[in-house]
């Protein structure tokens, strides 16, 4: 494959230092970013910048892009770091990975998972990346099932919550029960809830004991999947 062309590596390299300024934008100034703000930090007019992103929207995107790879790079690394067989084990690293980015990247996290962005409406690139934590965190279950290491529960779903797992697990998680998604996806969903309460302020002055916390609600939401 031919080396990019000058132009083009300049190009990249403009849109890596735009990126980097948005970032720290997000930091100082939350999700509201002005691509004028941007701009007036490189020292560019402001009309330059939209040779590189068109619009403040598609800067965005690709910041939330480029976050949600970022965490899932992570929490993919800590589960390949693990037994596959210790399905628990695999759990509580893939979980842990998700906070420690999340604590060491608290803007892009806010991002992702904060209040939605005023009149910005993600459009479908962001969700192949979206999926990359939930993805690995089923296919912890996934493996459990196949290897006979996990039993699925019984499955006493509403008529509806059924109906729409069944068409969630065709489409994305073939094979895998409904009641084992639903708990999966309970899992998920209060991973992300601990991880927001503790970055967001909730838990300041009530639990000072963070590690032990994070731990044990993780561990809760592995008994209740029936993690071995």
């Given at each position: 494959m031919p080396a990019p062309s000058i132009r083009a590596r300049v190009r990249a390299e403009m849109i890596h230092e735009i990126k980097a300024v948005a970032r720290r934008h997000l930091?100082?100034?939350?999700?509201?970013?002005?691509l004028r703000a941007v701009a007036r930090d490189m020292g560019?007019?402001?009309?330059?910048?939209y040779r590189y992103f068109p619009s403040r929207d598609e800067l965005l995107t690709a910041l939330i892009i480029e976050a949600y790879d970022a965490l899932g790079e992570a929490v993919e690394?800590?589960?390949?770091?693990?037994?596959?067989?210790?399905?628990?084990?695999?759990?509580?690293?893939?979980?842990?990975?998700?906070?420690?980015?999340?604590?060491?990247?608290?803007?892009?996290?806010?991002?992702?998972y904060g209040s939605p962005v005023p009149g910005y409406s993600?459009?479908?690139?962001?969700?192949?990346?979206?999926f990359r934590p939930p993805l690995t965190l089923v296919g912890i279950l996934r493996d459990g099932l196949a290897d006979g290491l996990l039993t699925p529960p019984a499955d006493e779903l509403p008529d509806e919550v059924h109906a729409d797992l069944a068409e969630l697990a065709a489409a994305v998680f073939p094979g895998l029960p409904e009641a084992l998604l639903a708990r999966g996806m309970?899992?998920?969903?209060?991973?992300?809830?601990?991880?927001?309460?503790?970055?967001?302020?909730?838990?300041?002055?009530?639990?000072?004991?963070?590690?032990?916390?994070?731990?044990?609600?993780?561990?809760?939401?592995?008994?209740?999947?029936?993690?071995?």
């Open positions: 930091a100082s100034d939350g999700a509201n970013l002005s560019m007019v402001s009309s330059a910048i690394a800590a589960d390949a770091a693990c037994d596959r067989s210790d399905l628990r084990g695999r759990w509580h690293a893939a979980c842990r990975a998700a906070r420690a980015w999340a604590l060491a990247n608290p803007a892009e996290y806010a991002l992702l993600a459009p479908d690139d962001t969700v192949a990346p979206a309970a899992g998920w969903t209060q991973l992300f809830g601990v991880i927001s309460f503790e970055l967001f302020g909730r838990l300041n002055r009530t639990v000072p004991h963070r590690d032990a916390y994070f731990d044990h609600q993780t561990g809760l939401m592995a008994d209740l999947i029936g993690l071995p």
